[in-house]
Antibody, heavy 118, light 107 residues
Framework: QVQLQESGPGLVKPSETLSLTCTVS????????WSWIRQPPGKGLEWIGY???????NYNPSLKSRVTISVDASKNQFSLKLSSVTPADTAVYYC????????????WGQGTLVTVSS | DIQMTQSPSSLSASVGDRVTITCRAS??????LNWYQQKPGKAPNLLIY???SLQSGVPSRFSGSGSGTDFTLSISSLQPEDFAVYYC?????????FGGGTKVEIK
Protein backbone atom coordinates (compact mmCIF):
# COMPACT_ATOMS: atom_id res chain seq x y z
CA GLN A 1 0.00 0.00 0.00
CA VAL A 2 1.47 3.30 -1.11
CA GLN A 3 1.69 5.95 1.60
CA LEU A 4 2.66 9.61 1.34
CA GLN A 5 3.70 11.85 4.21
CA GLU A 6 4.19 15.62 4.09
CA SER A 7 6.73 17.30 6.32
CA GLY A 8 7.85 20.88 6.84
CA PRO A 9 7.23 24.03 8.88
CA GLY A 10 3.65 24.77 9.89
CA LEU A 11 4.28 28.51 10.12
CA VAL A 12 5.93 30.72 7.50
CA LYS A 13 6.39 34.47 7.58
CA PRO A 14 5.04 36.68 4.77
CA SER A 15 7.49 37.20 1.87
CA GLU A 16 9.46 34.08 2.82
CA THR A 17 9.59 30.71 1.05
CA LEU A 18 7.34 27.81 1.99
CA SER A 19 9.17 24.46 1.78
CA LEU A 20 7.57 21.04 2.09
CA THR A 21 8.79 17.51 1.45
CA CYS A 22 6.75 14.42 0.68
CA THR A 23 8.13 11.00 1.51
CA VAL A 24 6.71 8.07 -0.45
CA SER A 25 6.67 4.60 1.10
CA UNK A 26 5.29 1.25 0.02
CA UNK A 27 6.19 1.82 -3.60
CA UNK A 28 8.70 3.34 -5.96
CA UNK A 29 8.63 6.94 -7.04
CA UNK A 30 9.38 5.79 -10.58
CA UNK A 31 6.82 5.94 -13.40
CA UNK A 32 4.31 8.25 -11.74
CA UNK A 33 3.44 11.93 -11.60
CA TRP A 34 3.92 13.43 -8.14
CA SER A 35 1.64 16.34 -7.34
CA TRP A 36 1.06 19.09 -4.83
CA ILE A 37 -2.49 20.29 -4.19
CA ARG A 38 -3.66 22.80 -1.61
CA GLN A 39 -6.90 23.68 0.14
CA PRO A 40 -7.41 26.98 1.99
CA PRO A 41 -9.43 26.58 5.20
CA GLY A 42 -13.09 26.01 4.37
CA LYS A 43 -12.50 26.24 0.62
CA GLY A 44 -11.97 24.02 -2.40
CA LEU A 45 -9.00 22.24 -3.94
CA GLU A 46 -6.31 23.96 -6.01
CA TRP A 47 -3.76 22.00 -8.04
CA ILE A 48 -0.27 23.47 -7.65
CA GLY A 49 1.73 21.29 -10.02
CA TYR A 50 3.40 17.97 -10.58
CA UNK A 51 6.77 16.43 -11.35
CA UNK A 52 7.40 13.24 -13.25
CA UNK A 53 9.96 10.94 -11.67
CA UNK A 54 12.37 11.82 -14.47
CA UNK A 55 12.21 15.50 -13.48
CA UNK A 56 9.84 17.11 -15.99
CA UNK A 57 7.37 19.49 -14.38
CA ASN A 58 4.03 21.18 -15.01
CA TYR A 59 2.79 24.03 -12.86
CA ASN A 60 -0.50 25.86 -12.42
CA PRO A 61 -0.09 29.07 -14.46
CA SER A 62 -1.55 31.08 -11.56
CA LEU A 63 1.36 30.03 -9.32
CA LYS A 64 4.06 29.23 -11.87
CA SER A 65 6.26 32.25 -11.15
CA ARG A 66 6.57 31.26 -7.48
CA VAL A 67 6.61 27.43 -7.56
CA THR A 68 9.41 24.91 -7.81
CA ILE A 69 8.83 21.16 -7.49
CA SER A 70 11.80 18.81 -7.36
CA VAL A 71 12.34 15.08 -6.89
CA ASP A 72 14.98 12.98 -5.16
CA ALA A 73 14.40 9.45 -6.41
CA SER A 74 17.22 8.06 -4.26
CA LYS A 75 15.26 9.05 -1.16
CA ASN A 76 11.78 8.40 -2.64
CA GLN A 77 10.94 12.03 -1.92
CA PHE A 78 9.69 15.06 -3.79
CA SER A 79 9.52 18.64 -2.61
CA LEU A 80 7.63 21.91 -3.01
CA LYS A 81 8.97 25.43 -2.73
CA LEU A 82 6.59 28.40 -2.93
CA SER A 83 8.27 31.77 -2.76
CA SER A 84 7.09 35.21 -1.67
CA VAL A 85 4.18 33.84 0.33
CA THR A 86 1.29 35.94 1.64
CA PRO A 87 -1.55 35.10 4.04
CA ALA A 88 -3.55 33.98 0.96
CA ASP A 89 -1.18 31.00 0.72
CA THR A 90 -2.41 29.69 4.08
CA ALA A 91 -3.81 26.24 3.33
CA VAL A 92 -3.63 22.53 3.92
CA TYR A 93 -1.01 21.27 1.47
CA TYR A 94 -1.40 17.74 0.13
CA CYS A 95 1.14 15.67 -1.72
CA UNK A 96 -0.32 13.06 -4.03
CA UNK A 97 0.41 10.43 -6.68
CA UNK A 98 -0.86 11.06 -10.18
CA UNK A 99 -1.53 8.48 -12.85
CA UNK A 100 -0.79 10.58 -15.90
CA UNK A 101 -0.27 14.02 -17.28
CA UNK A 102 -3.93 14.88 -16.78
CA UNK A 103 -3.84 15.12 -13.02
CA UNK A 104 -5.86 12.08 -11.95
CA UNK A 105 -4.87 11.35 -8.34
CA UNK A 106 -5.11 7.89 -6.77
CA UNK A 107 -3.14 8.31 -3.52
CA TRP A 108 -3.01 11.34 -1.23
CA GLY A 109 -0.97 12.28 1.81
CA GLN A 110 -2.85 13.23 4.96
CA GLY A 111 -2.13 16.92 4.37
CA THR A 112 -0.29 19.51 6.42
CA LEU A 113 -1.56 22.93 7.44
CA VAL A 114 0.78 25.78 6.60
CA THR A 115 -0.08 29.17 8.05
CA VAL A 116 1.45 32.35 6.66
CA SER A 117 1.64 34.92 9.41
CA SER A 118 4.13 37.24 11.04
CA ASP B 1 -8.11 27.15 -18.28
CA ILE B 2 -11.11 24.84 -18.33
CA GLN B 3 -13.60 25.83 -15.65
CA MET B 4 -15.66 23.26 -13.76
CA THR B 5 -19.04 24.15 -12.26
CA GLN B 6 -20.75 21.85 -9.80
CA SER B 7 -24.38 21.96 -8.72
CA PRO B 8 -25.83 22.11 -6.25
CA SER B 9 -23.23 23.54 -3.89
CA SER B 10 -24.99 21.73 -1.06
CA LEU B 11 -27.90 19.41 -0.54
CA SER B 12 -29.74 17.75 2.32
CA ALA B 13 -30.81 14.13 2.00
CA SER B 14 -31.89 11.20 4.11
CA VAL B 15 -30.33 7.77 4.47
CA GLY B 16 -31.63 5.63 1.63
CA ASP B 17 -32.24 8.53 -0.75
CA ARG B 18 -30.91 8.60 -4.30
CA VAL B 19 -28.61 11.58 -4.77
CA THR B 20 -27.36 13.14 -8.01
CA ILE B 21 -24.64 15.77 -8.34
CA THR B 22 -23.83 17.48 -11.61
CA CYS B 23 -20.61 18.90 -13.01
CA ARG B 24 -20.32 21.03 -16.12
CA ALA B 25 -17.10 21.83 -17.98
CA SER B 26 -16.57 25.12 -19.81
CA UNK B 27 -15.49 23.18 -22.91
CA UNK B 28 -15.56 19.57 -24.04
CA UNK B 29 -13.33 17.29 -21.98
CA UNK B 30 -14.42 14.03 -23.60
CA UNK B 31 -14.62 11.60 -20.65
CA UNK B 32 -11.65 12.99 -18.70
CA LEU B 33 -13.70 13.60 -15.57
CA ASN B 34 -13.01 12.29 -12.07
CA TRP B 35 -14.95 12.38 -8.81
CA TYR B 36 -13.52 12.55 -5.28
CA GLN B 37 -15.11 12.33 -1.84
CA GLN B 38 -13.70 14.33 1.07
CA LYS B 39 -14.65 13.87 4.69
CA PRO B 40 -13.87 16.50 7.35
CA GLY B 41 -10.19 16.66 8.24
CA LYS B 42 -9.26 14.03 5.66
CA ALA B 43 -7.68 13.99 2.23
CA PRO B 44 -9.94 13.48 -0.79
CA ASN B 45 -10.54 9.92 -1.94
CA LEU B 46 -10.93 8.90 -5.59
CA LEU B 47 -14.37 7.44 -6.34
CA ILE B 48 -14.81 7.55 -10.12
CA TYR B 49 -12.33 8.13 -12.95
CA UNK B 50 -12.81 8.53 -16.70
CA UNK B 51 -16.40 9.63 -16.08
CA UNK B 52 -17.81 6.21 -15.19
CA SER B 53 -15.06 3.82 -14.02
CA LEU B 54 -15.38 2.83 -10.36
CA GLN B 55 -12.12 2.98 -8.41
CA SER B 56 -11.17 -0.28 -6.73
CA GLY B 57 -12.75 -0.65 -3.30
CA VAL B 58 -15.49 1.95 -3.87
CA PRO B 59 -19.04 0.69 -3.19
CA SER B 60 -21.18 -0.02 -6.24
CA ARG B 61 -23.87 2.43 -5.05
CA PHE B 62 -21.64 5.12 -6.54
CA SER B 63 -21.84 5.63 -10.29
CA GLY B 64 -20.82 8.24 -12.81
CA SER B 65 -21.99 9.18 -16.27
CA GLY B 66 -21.59 11.79 -18.97
CA SER B 67 -19.24 12.96 -21.67
CA GLY B 68 -18.31 16.20 -23.37
CA THR B 69 -19.32 18.96 -20.99
CA ASP B 70 -22.00 17.46 -18.73
CA PHE B 71 -21.41 14.81 -16.06
CA THR B 72 -23.22 13.34 -13.09
CA LEU B 73 -22.29 11.47 -9.93
CA SER B 74 -25.07 9.36 -8.46
CA ILE B 75 -25.40 7.60 -5.14
CA SER B 76 -28.17 5.04 -5.43
CA SER B 77 -28.96 4.66 -1.73
CA LEU B 78 -27.29 7.17 0.56
CA GLN B 79 -25.52 5.65 3.57
CA PRO B 80 -24.45 7.41 6.79
CA GLU B 81 -20.79 7.25 5.75
CA ASP B 82 -21.57 9.08 2.47
CA PHE B 83 -22.16 12.44 4.10
CA ALA B 84 -19.18 14.40 2.80
CA VAL B 85 -18.07 16.92 0.19
CA TYR B 86 -17.80 15.71 -3.40
CA TYR B 87 -15.51 17.27 -6.00
CA CYS B 88 -15.31 16.76 -9.73
CA UNK B 89 -11.98 17.28 -11.55
CA UNK B 90 -11.13 17.48 -15.21
CA UNK B 91 -7.99 15.67 -16.33
CA UNK B 92 -8.25 16.62 -20.01
CA UNK B 93 -5.68 19.40 -19.90
CA UNK B 94 -3.45 21.18 -17.41
CA UNK B 95 -4.19 22.71 -15.00
CA UNK B 96 -6.48 19.91 -13.76
CA UNK B 97 -9.13 22.17 -12.26
CA PHE B 98 -11.46 20.93 -9.53
CA GLY B 99 -15.10 21.92 -9.24
CA GLY B 100 -16.19 23.99 -6.26
CA GLY B 101 -17.57 21.00 -4.38
CA THR B 102 -20.98 19.72 -3.29
CA LYS B 103 -21.62 19.22 0.40
CA VAL B 104 -24.03 16.37 1.13
CA GLU B 105 -25.65 16.85 4.52
CA ILE B 106 -28.05 14.85 6.65
CA LYS B 107 -31.69 15.95 6.42
Amino acid sequence: QVQLQESGPGLVKPSETLSLTCTVSGGSISSYYWSWIRQPPGKGLEWIGYIYYSGSTNYNPSLKSRVTISVDASKNQFSLKLSSVTPADTAVYYCARGLGTGGLIDYWGQGTLVTVSS
Amino acid sequence: DIQMTQSPSSLSASVGDRVTITCRASQSISRYLNWYQQKPGKAPNLLIYAASSLQSGVPSRFSGSGSGTDFTLSISSLQPEDFAVYYCQQSYSAPPIFGGGTKVEIK
